[in-house]
């Protein structure tokens, strides 16, 4: 089993649209968790943490459930330049070890 | 805004020859990682350096991969021979005390 699980998508959303990705881990001492975004071709740079209580940041919100394992983002209002993957990342319960999702591509259409 | 160095940013080889990749952290951060995308998947982690050490070397295939940190600085990543199946972009990241940021990465291609 994947120590991180991501819906590949891709989701396909007009402007404007809400939209929002799930992401499951498997080891419930898992210490931090983060959303990183990646252009294509490009490096993943990191979107936002995600912390016990949830956290937002302008049109992005990131939940963590840590009793059911799973971190969410919301995107409200989608903007063509949201298209890209996201890559659901957790820390791991060792040294300072990263585990990635295989990411969800997002489309944002005209 | 200190970011993370790489190179080559691409770099074609034929199977079987030798190839490195260079990586030069953010500076003060001790942890540097080495990383290999797949297109349509998420890095793998080769290898996570601690200062000068190597922490996790699980996944480095490493009959072929050698990697080393030996100030605890800057770090080179090796692979002989090249093999078809290597072909893949090789992202450098490096972690102070929060998040691990990443550099622009290196695209091997070989043919």
């Known amino acids: 089993r994947k120590e991180v699980e991501q819906d590949p998508g891709p989701f396909n959303v007009p402007e404007g649209a809400t939209v929002a990705f799930n992401c499951t881990y498997s080891?419930?001492?898992?210490?931090?968790f983060f959303w990183y975004r990646q252009d294509c071709r490009k490096e993943p740079k990191l979107l936002m943490s995600v912390y016990s209580s949830g956290n937002e940041d302008g049109r992005f919100t990131a939940q963590l459930n840590r009793a059911s394992q799973y971190i969410s983002l919301l995107i409200r209002d989608s903007k063509l330049s949201d298209s890209a993957t996201y890559l659901c990342v957790v820390k791991g319960y060792n040294f300072n070890k990263f585990y990635f999702g295989s990411g969800t591509k997002l489309n944002v259409k005209p | 805004e200190a970011e993370v160095a790489q190179s080559p940013r691409y770099k074609i080889t034929e199977k079987s020859q030798a190839v490195a990749f260079w990586c030069d952290p953010i500076s003060g951060h001790a942890t540097l990682y080495w990383y290999r995308q797949i297109l349509g998947q998420g890095p793998e982690l080769l290898v996570q350096?601690?200062?000068?050490?190597?922490?996790?070397d699980s996944q480095l295939p490493k009959d072929r991969f050698s990697a080393e940190r030996l100030k605890g600085v800057d770090s080179t990543l090796k692979i002989q021979p090249a093999e078809l199946g290597d072909s893949a972009m090789y992202l450098c990241?490096?972690?102070?005390?929060?998040?691990?940021?990443f550099g622009p990465g290196t695209r091997l291609t070989v043919t």
């Open positions: 350096f601690q200062d000068e050490s190597v922490v996790d």
């Open positions: 990241a490096s972690k102070g005390s929060g998040e691990q940021y």
């Open positions: 080891n419930s001492a898992s210490q931090s």
